[in-house]
């Protein structure tokens, strides 16, 4: 009997370890890896549905950080939509990629140029899921069409977006793009991961995550420093020493203030880099909400990448705004550095051995991402669907890093109570000023305002 390699293969297990490396996702629907398989009924499941959730998976699965996801997330659905939009003709976009082929398949079209832009950005072929995609289609001229339209549009997609600043190489490099601060606001690391004063205990420790992210180029911004959030306030002020006394009592790993309910919060928003992160969290919320709203598929798939773009815009916003503005995070400045400020306000009190609820991230505090995530991704599901009023309830979408979430679920009765809800979440963490959340929660909600009125408007 002859044995084929693809049969060797099959049988040592190798067949699926290439099956991971080449972007296989086995979280299909209905399995418990899938993200939609809690919240979306199986008769809303749909082509946008199914590729969105890979590409959730893929941030998952190679633990991407949120604004690296967030940057991954806008070229595939950004794709898509253009790619069957070009066929359908209902709207108007600001990308000229040539004239789609007449009878070319739309969803095809939309699966094809989805898969193309997120094997750049995720780097994986995604070859079984396009096999398995194609599948479903009759054989035939309009299945071809489709094909070879949305590789088109895909490859073009890729080809505009390849000098966007983003600069995958260098991403934790200054890339002298912002200056920093001289005074006592000034960012440094904190944490165990650091020596036992203010800095790194390794030199190169010292670079923020994503310094450049700020400087990429939007995609409905007219520049990243359009919606730039206000200066911080003066630490000698009373607003700065509000902020100080709020999260040094309520954000403490061993608060007596913070509530059960709020330690929850806490960790159901965090969204860390082993999981859907704080955009994908959004994009998660909003196909839960959206799913019986009457979308077609053309609708839905502008849906997803208004959705996309401006959570790619959010993380460029808050990048900007993090390293323009350059300010230290409170486990810095509550144990080490408050004597430095200069104030004289009682509230401001310096604590040794201070420590945050949850992890702090080594990049600047303001303004909060997790905010503006938050803010652009339930206003423009807002004006998506008409209302803010949406009762919905849900487990964390990934319980890695927390066990003590399982079987937890948060329920909401609109959306901005979802969105104001995660941005607290900083605080009761500890993380965060107050002051980076507000900001955010005004930047985040600008950036998909203006993206809704000015992004592929319906032809008249």
């Known amino acids: 009997m002859r044995v084929s390699r693809r049969d060797m293969l099959r049988g040592s297990g190798v067949a699926a370890t290439l ?41 998952r699965d190679q633990r991407v950080a949120p604004p690296r996801a967030a940057y991954g997330f806008a070229p595939p659905m950004v794709a898509g939509f253009v790619a069957a939009n070009a066929i359908l003709g209902r709207y108007d976009t600001p990308y000229d990629f040539g004239e789609a082929p007449a009878g070319a398949d739309p969803e095809v079209a939309y699966g094809v140029a989805f898969a193309t832009a997120a094997s750049e950005c995720f780097q994986q ?29 895909g490859l073009a997609i890729n080809k505009m977006r390849t ?35 203010p800095g790194p205990a390794v030199g190169s420790y010292e670079r923020g995550l994503y310094p450049g992210q700020g400087k990429i180029t939007p995609w409905t911004m007219t520049s990243s420093s359009q919606f730039r959030s206000s200066d911080f306030p003066d630490p000698c002020s009373p607003e700065f020493a509000e902020d100080f006394d709020l999260v040094r009592r309520l954000g403490c790993k061993n608060s007596t203030i913070r509530t059960e309910d709020q330690s929850e919060i806490a960790l159901f928003w965090e969204d860390g880099p082993w999981g859907i992160t704080p955009p994908g969290h959004f994009l998660l919320i ?33 990048w900007d705004n993090k390293y323009h503005h350059d300010i230290i995070r409170p486990e810095t400045a509550i144990c080490f550095r408050c004597s430095e400020f200069g104030s004289t306000d009682p509230r401001i009190v310096e604590e040794k051995g201070w420590m945050s609820y949850i992890p702090t991230p080594n990049f600047p505090a303001y303004t909060s991402g997790h905010s503006t ?28 890093l927390w066990p003590s979430l399982t079987g937890k679920r948060r329920h909401f009765t609109s959306l901005d109570q979802a969105a104001e809800e995660n941005g607290w979440s900083r605080l009761y963490g500890g993380v965060h000023w107050r002051t980076d959340h507000d900001a955010a929660m005004k930047a ?7 993206a809704f009125t000015t992004m592929f408007p319906r032809k008249a």
């Open 125 to 153: 072929p995604f070859l079984f899921e396009r096999k398995a995609f194609k599948r479903r289609f009759p054989n035939g001229e309009a299945k071809e069409l489709g094909i070879r339209w949305g590789r088109h549009v």
């Open 286 to 318: 909003a196909i839960q909400v959206m799913q019986d709203r009457g979308f077609d598929f053309l609708d839905m798939a502008r849906a997803f990448a208004l959705l996309g773009a401006t959570q790619a815009d959010a993380s460029i916003n808050a």
């Open 373 to 400: 995530f938050g803010a652009a991704g339930t206003e423009m599901t807002k004006l998506l669907i008409g209302t803010d009023t949406v009762s919905f309830s849900h487990e964390s979408p990934d319980q890695v």
């Open 444 to 450: 985040g909600r600008a950036i998909a305002q203006q």
């Open 163 to 197: 000098r966007d600043g983003g600069e995958p190489s260098k991403v934790n490099y200054y890339l002298g793009r912002y200056p920093r601060r001289t005074d006592a606001m000034r960012w440094t690391p904190t944490g165990p991961s650091y020596a036992a004063h």
């Open 19 to 59: 099956g991971v490396l080449a972007g296989c996702s086995t979280s299909k629907y209905g399995s418990r890896s899938s993200y939609l398989t809690n919240i979306v009924d199986p008769a809303n499941r749909n082509t946008v549905f199914h590729w969105v959730d890979i590409a959730m998976q893929q941030v």
